[in-house]
Each structure stands twice: as structure tokens, then as C-alpha cells.
């Protein structure tokens, strides 16, 4: 039995934690990227599906086009961002499942079912994308999750090598100024969202 993270570990990943909007101008690295991959990674999805397919737009000719997928707001935040994610999902996922989950035959659930594999892909690739922003965090670096893009678009520009796989949502990744984010907005206590049964 695991003790709990101490309360400055807590915070760092939670409770001070924020979704930022600028960063400061100080790189982020290919070995951080693959570090927090080799974190992520290990979060659980169904039947060890991962349909997360990820795309770590690290140049500026990246950045930009990405960039021009987006609204204006977006578009500043990626092309100020050290890095910014693409977080897509493979909605051929199954296809995987004979050797990510080999203890039976997961393929066959999602053969000829578009709908299950459409929900299970987004569910997944979207707690894929959570566990990305924990290990960022974990790892001393911080993010600005967004939607505010055209999915069609960024899948043209980014997937198109990949007609199976399409975008979920987008992140920047750097090390955040604390000038570029908004007051807490509110968090409810547990009798607001909750029930006990």
C-alpha cells in the first residue's frame, strides 16, 4: 500500500496548478518530451486501447501551421508556446489490441461497431491528453489545453498520412508565466457536484 504524495507534490500537480497563456522564453527539450510520454504512457485506458496519436509541433514552420488552424487568441498562444501538442486519436485503435491487450480477443469487440469505436477512441485519447498535462506538471513544466480550432483543417495539415486518425484537442508546453493567467475561477466543494448513495 502506496503512502499519499506530500501536500508540495499535491499542489504542484493540482491544487497550484494552472492552465497557462504565455510562456517564458526558455526551451523545452526532446528528452523532456519523450520523458513525459514515458510517464503518460502508464495511465489506464480500456483494454489498454491507447488511441492517443500525438503530435509535438516543436519547430516554427510546425507552430505556424498549426497556428493558422486555430482562432486568433489560439494562434498568438501556439506561436509565443515552446511546444504545442496535438492530441489526436486513432479511430482504428483496435487494430493494436493484439498486442497491447493479448490476454483475449479485444479486436473483435470493435470490428464493424463505428459508434463504439468513435466513443471509446474519444474517451480515451481524452484521458490520454489528462495524463499528458499531469506528467507535465509533474515533470516542473506547464500547459494550456484548448479546443478553438478547425479539426478538419489541423487533420489535413498534420494526419493526412493517417486517414484512421483525427484531432481531439491541443496543448501548449513550456515553463508558464504567471502573468499570462487569470484569477482562479471557481472550484466547488464536494456537496456542489456529488452524491453519496
Request: aromatic fraction near 12%.
Amino acid at each position: 500500500m502506496a503512502d499519499p504524495l506530500s501536500d508540495r507534490t499535491l499542489d504542484r500537480i493540482f491544487r497550484s496548478a494552472r492552465s497557462y497563456n504565455g510562456y517564458y522564453d526558455k526551451a523545452v527539450t526532446n528528452t523532456q518530451l519523450h520523458a513525459i510520454w514515458d510517464l503518460m504512457k502508464y495511465g489506464p485506458t480500456s483494454a489498454n486501447m491507447m488511441p492517443a496519436r500525438m503530435v509535438w509541433c516543436t519547430s516554427d514552420k510546425a507552430k505556424q501551421k498549426l497556428a493558422g488552424c486555430a482562432s486568433n487568441t489560439n494562434s498568438a498562444k501556439i506561436l509565443n508556446a515552446p511546444v504545442t501538442l496535438i492530441i489526436g486519436m486513432d479511430m482504428a485503435f483496435h487494430e493494436q489490441l493484439p498486442w497491447l491487450f493479448p490476454h483475449t480477443d479485444a479486436r473483435s469487440w470493435f470490428e464493424g461497431n463505428d459508434a463504439l469505436r468513435e466513443i471509446s477512441a474519444i474517451r480515451n485519447s481524452s484521458l490520454q491528453g489528462a495524463y499528458f498535462i499531469i506528467a507535465a506538471r509533474a515533470l516542473g513544466l506547464d500547459t494550456g489545453p484548448m479546443s478553438g480550432f478547425d479539426n478538419d483543417a489541423v487533420d489535413a495539415l498534420f494526419f493526412a498520412d493517417s486517414p484512421n486518425v483525427k484531432s481531439n484537442f491541443i496543448s501548449t508546453l513550456g515553463y508558464g508565466d504567471p502573468s499570462t493567467i487569470f484569477e482562479r475561477l471557481p472550484r466547488p466543494d464536494f456537496a456542489d457536484f456529488n452524491r453519496l448513495i
